[in-house]
């Protein structure tokens, strides 16, 4: 592949390259690139949004460069101030390290583990003394923390902003200098940060790295950041049947949009089909990134003749109903709802049923049947 072409490649889905220039030149100089990304383990479970930035990673390794995943096992403990407008809860070691544990098998699905470097940062980061840090927090100034949207506004409305957050962008920074990344990955939202790493990089008389940002993926909700918190996401980890209904629960609009970000499908092609065809066919691709290729076409399968002819599924898994259990506790407890308060906010949203019947009470006493969860749950109580 030409320079031109793994450009035009790379390019693709991608909100700003800093800079376009620098990247072509460095592709040019043909020797293999040092590629990172850095994942924070806050959540223990990877889903299509940060595939956005694994699937640009494999692109750059099936290129014949050098993909380095770094796990931000010191930064999570800092805790990224981005987007946020309030103090982030210090997470312990022991979460910290069982996440890192579930990304380190889970990237596996998408990029070649013989082609991929896994770092942690703490191994260098623990290693700098007081006055390290003390030189390298000379490289940022107040007034540039200030500037960030972000922290304007949770200081102009009185809201705590710690040391410690000041801080991260630096250690991200540092983590490129220690790397000697040729080119850093990350979302648009990072790009403060993905920025620092430039800046520090010239500071230590390295040449400064590429900055590739992407697109945040909004979750099935269609509005927000894919994101665990919100419930709004498709993990990779999950069942193929689980990630085909997700899929299809998505609007015409954010089908093209995943389309764009998560495959490489011609998308001319694609707006030229019928819309149901092309979210069944996105679905089935999505599952197939996953999962063997042959559960695609049995979760389609299973997606049709359960919903499009408002069947039930087969092989439900069942629960033993006793006296005294109330319905949100069977939700909670099967974990057909990740906690009460989202058995609370289903049934509240009017997505639970019983044989067909709309469930509107929490403290509902459970009967033998059926008990439909949304559009892709379902469990059945005897």
């Known amino acids: 592949m030409t320079p031109q072409e793994a450009l035009k490649k790379i390019t693709r889905g991608t909100t700003e390259i800093i800079s376009l220039?620098?990247?072509?030149?460095?592709?040019?100089?043909?020797r293999p690139l040092v590629i990172k990304a850095g994942f924070d383990p806050t959540a223990p479970d990877i889903h299509l949004g940060h595939t956005v930035l694994l699937r640009k990673m494999k692109q750059f390794q099936d290129l014949g460069h050098k993909v380095v995943f770094l796990i931000g096992d010191f930064t999570a403990q800092v805790?990224?101030?981005?987007?946020?407008?309030?103090?982030r809860k210090k997470m312990s070691m022991?979460?910290?390290?069982?996440?890192?544990?579930?990304?380190?098998?889970?990237?596996?699905?998408?990029?070649d583990p013989k082609k991929?470097?896994?770092?942690?940062?703490s191994h260098w980061l623990n290693k700098l003394t007081l006055q390290d840090s003390l030189e390298l927090s000379a490289h940022l100034t107040v007034a540039q923390m200030l500037a960030r949207a972000d922290f304007k506004k949770r200081f102009e409305s009185g809201k705590e902003i710690s040391l410690l957050e000041f801080i991260y962008p630096l250690l991200q920074g540092y983590d490129s200098v220690h790397l000697k990344t040729d080119v850093e990955l990350g979302g648009n939202d990072q790009k403060f940060n993905l920025l620092m790493g430039r800046q520090l990089q010239e500071a230590y008389g390295q040449k400064p790295q590429v900055v590739i940002m992407t697109p945040l993926l909004e979750g099935t909700d269609g509005v927000n950041k894919m994101s665990k918190s919100?419930?709004?996401t498709i993990g990779i980890n999950d069942e193929p049947n689980e990630i085909f209904g997700k899929v299809m629960s998505i609007s015409d609009e954010l089908?093209?949009?995943y389309y764009e970000i998560l495959t490489e499908a011609d998308l001319d092609a694609i707006k030229k089909m019928h819309p149901k065809e092309a979210k069944l066919q996105l679905a089935q691709t999505i599952v197939e990134m996953f999962h063997p290729i042959s559960e695609g076409a049995k979760a389609r399968a299973h997606f049709e003749s359960t919903f499009s002819q408002h069947q039930n599924p087969e092989n439900i898994?069942?629960?033993?109903i006793t006296s005294g259990q109330k319905l949100i506790d069977i939700l909670a407890v099967t974990n057909m709802a990740?906690?009460?308060n989202e058995a609370r906010r289903l049934i509240k949203e009017k997505a639970v049923t019983h044989e067909g019947r709309l469930v509107a009470d929490e403290n509902w006493p459970p009967a033998k049947g059926v008990l439909k969860i949304g559009k892709r749950r379902f469990l059945k109580l005897i």
């Open 255 to 257: 089908m093209l949009r």
């Open 21 to 30: 220039a620098d990247l072509e030149a460095k592709l040019k100089e043909g």
């Open 230 to 232: 919100l419930g709004n």
């Open 79 to 87: 805790g990224d101030p981005t987007g946020r407008n309030e103090l």
């Open 94 to 111: 022991a979460d910290i390290e069982k996440n890192a544990a579930t990304y380190k098998t889970q990237v596996f699905k998408i990029l």
């Open 338 to 340: 990740a906690s009460k």
């Open 317 to 320: 898994p069942e629960f033993k």
């Open 116 to 121: 991929t470097q896994i770092v942690f940062n």
